[in-house]
């Protein structure tokens, strides 16, 4: 009898299949092409995610629903999917490959991997799949070239389903496809097989062992009741019951744990629709009369609103009937449900959970509140660290010398900010400040960065999150010391120390510059700024045109903080590759230069400067090299060209002004413009004019006239000089003293 039980459910076809197929008129369907196509690489960004969230996302939705995915929600796009043939390991068409492309470069640009689902269905196909050696060879390769030529991130595997008698081909391919994509040349790429909901079950997979060839199991829990039941149920019931039997989420998680599969590796796969089956009658667990039909959530959500939602505490699911010339019920998963089993992958130490299938909630919001609410720690892209930088700093009501004095801060007091205003020429900064009325909120002034700093930028701090309503500061470790104020949820304090259970933190207060909060009712945020977003605008770049052999000279730099993050000894200035600049003692390597000054906060204007060296050369030589902003692998800014003419020892630069008209080697100096006459060249000319930043400032084409005036307009300054033609190509640098 168990064993008839195993081979009826692995007849079964899944919400996967049936949806497959029921849409497949819908598709445009593509040949995989062999050559590598442009695409927009994924870029790391920081996510406030604890758990990974892996959802499928079906050829068949519209990519007009693509705009309300919450993609700071998502860690993991699976595109449904690519067939393989059983018999040659052939990859099928391309399913709406437009659709694959615009949510690739979508989630690509937010950070959200994307893997390619490879598709068998049938046990008589997959069992006929792996039993074939070459098929499976073949399939390896054509799953790792798509893989490399589409941009993809990593494959899941959905096979449904293995039979006992090839479990260990499954393994064996398994094994080797795991082997080809962590090793792949372009970069390790991932693996995510999906599984059914019951081990029991399926005895034809190897639990363990494909855990620990793969990273990660997509449980797919739902179809707990399906389209054939005989019977109406829940989808996806969350616990074990009397009414319902013992087979559910709960059940599964359980299940798998036993089989060998660490909760690190599984992911919860949640339905993000329902069945509605014709049925003998209203009563919950009525016989059906008929094959039920598949409801996404969006519509489950407003049919259960027009006949009335009912809850069900077994399932923890709920559902609604309705009687149209016969009784209908609907079993489905919504906000509330979904809730709960989310908490149970926290509670079970899971890596996460997924859904099938993205867009199937359309424009609502209630399924990613569920999920925001579960796993995401809010990241504080928007908060920074400040530190107090004179003897007395006074904290205002607002932004400005005319508001109302509420504390004074001392120097080296740190605060939390999360946003600034520019009135009176200097740069005010909010901070949070403890009320025990609730979030409230103080002005600091920064100063301008350069004539007054009144507060510099600090990271790699820790800051404290409240995540109690109201939370009491004290003056001392512990609850039988006094009360100093109190802190609300939501609000941010900078670490100061730990004793015990108990944090000290900076108070911005008169007479209480720190107090102390129970760990309890806090979340710790490591180094804010590095959620934050570094950019800025170099507004002057300052060195000599010229050095001797072996000399070091010194740039500096004037720059606008626009970005949301301090300054820091993290940031350097990184040339294109190994620099000519490069000077040991104070550079990081041979590609970063060390900066030193006044780390400026966002909205400031500040000074910093860097020491290059001077590389030997033969004779006169123009250096050049270009150099950005970067911190932890991160790039920012706009490219600044550094050029020098460097000289050997005792050989000088000829700078006497009458040369304003000739293009002799090194650099050429004017005061108001240069009247060039450039008819030697042949043929059409172009004359091209960057600033010191690698901005172009002005661009001429030549025809036959071959006159031409340049500077004029142009402020005093540095600039690099580019001629072409037909037969020359002239680069030099050219300043304009006057």
Request: glycine content about 8%; overall charge neutral.
């Amino acid at each position: 009898m168990y064993k008839l039980l195993i081979l009826f459910f692995i007849s079964l076809s899944s919400i996967h299949k049936i949806e497959y197929f029921k849409h497949i008129k819908e598709a445009k369907w593509t040949p995989i092409s062999t050559k590598k196509q442009h695409y927009t690489p994924l870029k790391y960004t920081s996510k406030g995610m604890l758990k990974n969230y892996y959802g499928y996302l079906p050829y068949w939705v519209d990519t007009t629903y693509y705009q309300y995915f919450k993609m700071n929600l998502l860690t993991h796009i699976a595109y449904f999917s690519v067939g393989i043939d059983p018999s040659t390991g052939n990859l099928g068409d391309f399913p709406n490959v437009a659709n694959f492309n615009k949510i690739r470069d979508y989630a690509h640009e937010r950070g959200v991997r994307v893997h390619m689902t490879f598709t068998i269905f049938g046990s008589s196909n997959v069992s006929s799949f792996l039993n074939s050696n070459s098929a499976r060879t073949n399939a390896i390769n054509n799953i790792k070239n798509l893989v490399s030529n589409y941009g993809c991130d990593g494959v899941n595997i959905d096979f449904e389903f293995v039979t006992s008698s090839v479990r260990d081909s499954f393994n064996e391919f398994i094994h080797d496809l795991s082997d080809t994509l962590w090793n792949d040349s372009d970069g390790r790429k991932e693996l995510y097989i999906a599984m059914p909901a019951v081990p029991e079950w399926y005895p034809g997979y190897d639990y363990a062992y494909l855990a620990n060839h793969s990273d990660g199991l997509f449980i797919m829990a739902y179809d707990f009741h399906y389209s054939g039941s005989s019977d109406a149920g829940p989808v996806s019931p969350a616990v074990p019951s009397s009414f319902w039997g013992e087979y559910s989420v709960a059940k599964s998680i359980g299940s798998y744990k036993q089989q060998g599969v660490p909760g690190s590796k599984i992911i919860l796969g949640l339905p993000y629709y329902g069945y509605d089956w014709p049925t003998s009658s209203g009563d919950m667990g009525s016989s059906t009369t008929g094959s039920g039909s598949a409801v996404i959530y969006y519509y489950a959500h407003q049919h259960a609103n027009t006949y009335g939602r009912l809850w069900d505490n077994y399932s923890l699911t709920p559902w609604y009937k309705y009687d149209n010339n016969g009784w209908h019920q609907c079993w489905y998963d919504d906000s509330e449900s979904i809730a709960i089993k989310l908490s149970m992958v926290n509670d079970s130490n899971l890596q996460g959970a997924g859904c099938w299938a993205l867009g199937y909630d359309r424009s609502y919001n209630y399924l990613w509140n569920a999920i925001k609410g579960a796993f995401w720690i809010e990241p504080p892209t928007r908060h920074w660290t400040v530190e107090v930088n004179t003897d007395r700093l006074n904290v205002r009501e607002g932004p400005g010398t005319n508001y109302k004095v509420i504390g004074v801060a001392s120097m080296g007091e740190k605060f939390v900010a999360f946003d600034y205003y520019s009135n009176q020429g200097f740069i005010w900064y909010k901070i949070y400040f403890p009320s025990a009325s609730g979030p409230y909120y103080a002005w600091v002034a920064g100063g301008d960065g350069i004539n007054t700093q009144y507060l510099k930028g600090t990271t790699q701090n820790k800051i404290l999150r409240v995540t109690a309503s109201l939370l009491n500061v004290r003056e001392g470790p512990g609850t039988s010391y006094n009360i100093i104020t109190a802190v609300a949820n939501g609000e941010v304090f900078v670490e100061d120390s730990i004793t015990d259970n108990w944090a000290r933190i900076y108070l911005p207060l008169n007479n209480d510059p720190k107090g102390w909060l129970s760990l309890s009712y806090v979340d710790s945020i490591v180094n804010p700024e590095d959620y934050n977003t570094y950019n800025c605008e170099v507004e002057e770049v300052l060195y000599p045109d010229s050095a001797q052999v072996f000399d070091t000279f010194s740039i500096r730099l004037k720059i606008q903080n626009t970005g949301y993050a301090p300054f820091d000894t993290l940031v350097y200035l990184r040339g294109e590759g190994k620099s000519p600049f490069y000077n040991p003692s104070t550079w990081e390597d041979t590609t970063r230069a060390k900066l030193t000054g006044f780390w400026g906060l966002p909205g400031q204007v500040f000074y910093t400067y860097g020491v290059f060296s001077v590389p030997e050369v033969p004779q006169d030589t123009t250096i050049i090299d270009t150099f950005q902003f970067e911190r932890k692998g991160v790039l920012f800014g706009s490219p600044i060209i550094i050029s020098v003419t460097v000289h050997p020892v005792g050989v000088k630069e000829n700078t006497k002004k009458g040369k304003e008209n000739t293009l002799t080697k090194g650099s050429i100096l004017f005061n108001n413009h240069i009247d060039m006459d450039l008819s030697f060249l042949k043929g059409n000319a172009e004359v091209i004019v960057y600033n010191a930043m690698g901005q172009k400032v002005m661009e001429k084409k030549l025809y036959k006239t071959k006159k031409i005036n340049i500077g004029k307009g142009l402020s005093r300054g540095v600039y690099f000089l580019v001629i072409k033609s037909k037969n020359t190509y002239i680069k030099r640098k050219i300043i304009k003293i006057e």
